[in-house]
């Protein structure tokens, strides 16, 4: 079992390709998206930017940021910007000539091509607090420089399709180009684990361990299963000590304590995508009863299984991600694309 994939697959990441643009400068955009994920691709030219009242960072031609948590942020052409203008309102003024053109060169101007993609988790299946079980092992922004991105021969490869499915607009572009965007969320994500320290990044980090790696493969691929922390040390080949411990460090929580999150996750998601009965719900994800069952996920959800799929069904499918973007491109007439 792929626990990545998996984990991805279960908290229902959504796509949205926001395309390209040439910012001429000066130029400042603030881009407010709390909820969702970014990335910025810096495909020519430079940038300065600003997340929250953090120093800011210059960009350059090759750079790549994906900030996790959806922070608002600034992208400008100085280091120090003016006013920064919403991103929906820059395009469309852009579009009608207002200002300086954000898709076309000025003559003895600096411009900066910026592609851009945002992402959305659904947060409905996790506990109270909102602990997204990817996005909270993350930094607040991960920044690849050209540098490391051109060492990754696949990153290479899928930005340079990106640009070719975008550029060229085939048959089947708009199904092809969310996935391709869904890879470079994954591609993105191998090259900065690469570089963490050993113990660092939660349960995505431990998936370098072989022997921690097949007891959370196990544990995503029969999460019904008696799991003890005995036979998962078993399967790993370990003892039950020397596993327990390794697991708490490298995950950071108890085995067992793991197993009940991620039974909880993926009976949230049960809950909210299928009309199958609790009572099979709770087999699927390993309880004998329904009353056993609905007890877990009261702790973990402080409601019952029932309560939580009324509230829970009644919400739409999550907004795709930075939605005024979206909404700016379409007004505009401009077929979003990357």
């Given at each position: 079992m792929d626990v990545l994939s998996n984990v991805l697959s279960v908290t229902s990441l959504a796509t949205s390709?926001?395309?390209?643009?040439?910012?001429?400068?000066?130029?400042?955009?603030?881009?407010?998206?709390?909820?969702?994920?970014?990335v910025h691709i810096v495909r020519r030219g430079t940038a300065w930017l600003r997340v929250g009242?953090?120093?800011?960072?210059?960009?350059?031609?090759?750079?790549?940021?994906?900030?996790?948590?959806?922070?608002?942020?600034?992208?400008?052409?100085?280091?120090?910007?003016?006013?920064?203008?919403?991103?929906?309102?820059?395009?469309?003024?852009?579009?009608?000539?207002?200002?300086?053109?954000?898709?076309?060169?000025?003559?003895?101007?600096?411009?900066?091509?910026?592609?851009?993609?945002?992402?959305?988790?659904?947060?409905?299946?996790?506990?109270?607090e909102g602990a997204?079980?990817?996005?909270?092992?993350?930094?607040?922004?991960?920044?690849?420089?050209?540098?490391?991105?051109?060492?990754?021969?696949?990153?290479?490869?899928?930005?340079?399709?990106?640009?070719?499915?975008?550029?060229?607009r085939d048959a089947g572009a708009e199904l092809v180009l969310p996935r391709l965007i869904d890879t470079l969320f994954v591609?993105?994500?191998?090259?900065?684990?690469?570089?963490?320290?050993?113990?660092?990044a939660g349960w995505l980090g431990a998936l370098r361990d072989p022997q921690i790696r097949k007891a959370l493969?196990?544990?995503?691929?029969?999460?019904?299963?008696?799991?003890?922390?005995?036979s998962l040390a078993r399967q790993a080949a370990m003892s039950r000590a020397a596993f327990a411990k390794r697991f708490m460090d490298l995950v950071g929580q108890p085995p067992l304590a793991y197993v009940t999150?991620?039974?909880?996750?993926?009976?949230?998601?049960?809950?909210?995508?299928?009309?199958?009965?609790?009572a099979r719900i709770a087999s699927k994800v390993g309880y004998l009863s329904e009353t056993a069952f609905a007890k877990a996920f009261r702790r973990r959800r402080k409601m019952p299984p029932g309560a939580y799929r009324s509230q829970r069904t009644r919400r739409a499918r999550p907004e795709v991600a930075i939605p005024e973007l979206q909404r700016a491109a379409a007004s505009a007439e401009v077929a979003p694309r990357l």
């Open positions: 390709t926001l395309g390209s643009r040439e910012f001429v400068a000066p130029w400042a955009i603030l881009i407010d998206a709390p909820k969702e994920s970014a009242d953090e120093e800011p960072v210059r960009l350059n031609t090759g750079d790549i940021v994906l900030l996790a948590g959806g922070r608002k942020h600034v992208l400008s052409s100085e280091r120090e910007p003016r006013e920064p203008e919403p991103v929906a309102q820059a395009i469309a003024r852009a579009h009608n000539n207002v200002v300086p053109s954000l898709r076309g060169r000025a003559e003895g101007a600096e411009s900066t091509v910026i592609q851009c993609a945002g992402y959305s988790f659904s947060t409905d299946g996790f506990s109270p997204h079980p990817l996005l909270s092992l993350l930094p607040s922004l991960i920044v690849l420089r050209a540098s490391r991105a051109e060492e990754d021969v696949e990153l290479q490869l899928l930005l340079r399709l990106l640009s070719l499915e975008a550029t060229r591609y993105i994500l191998r090259v900065w684990l690469r570089d963490q320290p050993e113990g660092a493969s196990l544990i995503h691929e029969s999460p019904q299963a008696p799991w003890t922390v005995e999150r991620w039974r909880m996750d993926l009976a949230a998601k049960l809950l909210r995508e299928s009309r199958e009965p609790v």
